[in-house]
């Protein structure tokens, strides 16, 4: 029972996954002597956080206003912006102009996805912006399927207004994608896929569990949990391997296990994939509740 209570919790605490993000964060602390480091390289739509490492107050203040003035920073508060247009902006300290820095941000074009994860045979939409901020120029979307040691080129589009573009994307498995302008790629990010999982009550006590992916995944463990009412909580009450795999849609496999449940009629069961059963190909998933 320790051994599946441990699988429950690492399967619930990956379900929640946050939303991919391409870009990174450089930071620049303030300090009696100025900026360091006092110029700061970054890629399109990255952030930029300044954190106040003196005892005295201090304020970051853009030239010609590119960017928004900070707060008036306390010692060790913080300010981020986040730049989406590229060029080079100068800075200084409101409070001691004396002190500046520079931020270069390099053209190029970002790229985002949403949701994080999508189930098997879902569809994600990959959009960002390019740098120019133009509407017609072209974004190459290149994708690298797990597994594979190189990209390929996914679709070709054109950005909108304000240099905006998106493209869907229908991933079978976990896919790392980037997006293409001119000579600039945009950071790699990971579209994450969970497997379509199902269980169904065949009869009282016997249920079926099945996995749907573009791969067998043939040996994996599911965690099978009842709902307790009386604590409003799911509980593990057992573990099954699934063992029987066989050709759906191309390129889609089911791969199922039949199992007994001893629960009370009525009992809302379900199973989990946890997270280090479905890698590295795939998220974490879960089924929906049936009652027993």
């Known amino acids: 029972?320790?051994?599946?209570?441990s699988a429950t919790l690492?399967?619930?605490?990956?379900?929640?996954?946050?939303?991919?993000?391409?870009?990174?964060?450089?930071?620049?602390?303030?300090?009696?002597?100025?900026?360091?480091?006092?110029?700061?390289?970054?890629?399109?739509?990255?952030?930029?956080?300044?954190?106040?490492?003196?005892?005295?107050?201090?304020?970051?203040?853009?030239?010609?206003?590119?960017?928004?003035?900070?707060?008036?920073?306390?010692?060790?508060?913080?300010?981020?912006?986040?730049?989406?247009?590229?060029?080079?902006?100068?800075?200084?300290?409101?409070?001691?102009?004396?002190?500046?820095?520079?931020v270069v941000v390099r053209a190029g074009v970002s790229i985002k996805t949403a949701p994080a994860v999508v189930r098997y045979g879902g569809t994600a939409t990959l959009s960002g912006v390019v740098s120019s901020l133009a509407a017609g120029e072209t974004v190459n979307i290149d994708a690298k399927q797990c597994g594979a040691t190189s990209f390929t080129r996914l679709a070709s589009v054109k950005s909108t207004a304000n240099?905006?573009?998106?493209?869907?994307?229908?991933?079978?498995?976990?896919?790392?994608?980037?997006?293409?302008?001119?000579?600039?790629?945009?950071?790699?990010?990971?579209?994450?896929?969970?497997?379509?999982?199902?269980?169904?009550?065949?009869?009282?006590?016997?249920?079926?569990?099945?996995?749907t992916a573009a791969l067998a995944l043939t040996g994996k463990r599911l965690v099978v949990q009842r709902y307790v009412k009386s604590k409003r909580t799911w509980k593990a009450v057992k573990q099954v391997t699934l063992n029987k795999s066989q050709p759906g849609t191309p390129p889609a496999v089911r791969t199922s296990v039949a199992f007994s449940l001893r629960v009370r009629r009525g009992t809302k069961v379900r199973v989990l994939l946890p997270a280090a059963q479905a890698a590295t190909c795939y998220a974490a998933a879960r089924s929906a509740a049936v009652k027993a």
């Open 1 to 5: 029972m320790r051994r599946i209570w």
């Open 163 to 211: 240099g905006a573009w998106s493209a869907p994307a229908k991933p079978v498995m976990n896919t790392v994608y980037r997006a293409g302008w001119k000579n600039a790629n945009s950071a790699e990010l990971t579209q994450s896929v969970s497997p379509l999982l199902a269980l169904k009550r065949v009869r009282a006590r016997r249920f079926t569990a099945t996995a």
């Open 10 to 102: 690492v399967a619930l605490a990956l379900l929640a996954i946050p939303s991919a993000l391409s870009a990174t964060t450089k930071t620049v602390d303030i300090t009696a002597a100025g900026f360091t480091p006092k110029t700061v390289t970054i890629e399109f739509g990255d952030t930029v956080t300044w954190t106040n490492k003196d005892s005295g107050a201090h304020q970051v203040l853009a030239d010609q206003l590119a960017f928004p003035t900070s707060p008036v920073l306390a010692q060790n508060q913080t300010y981020s912006y986040t730049f989406t247009k590229s060029g080079s902006f100068g800075y200084r300290d409101a409070l001691n102009t004396n002190r500046r820095g520079t």
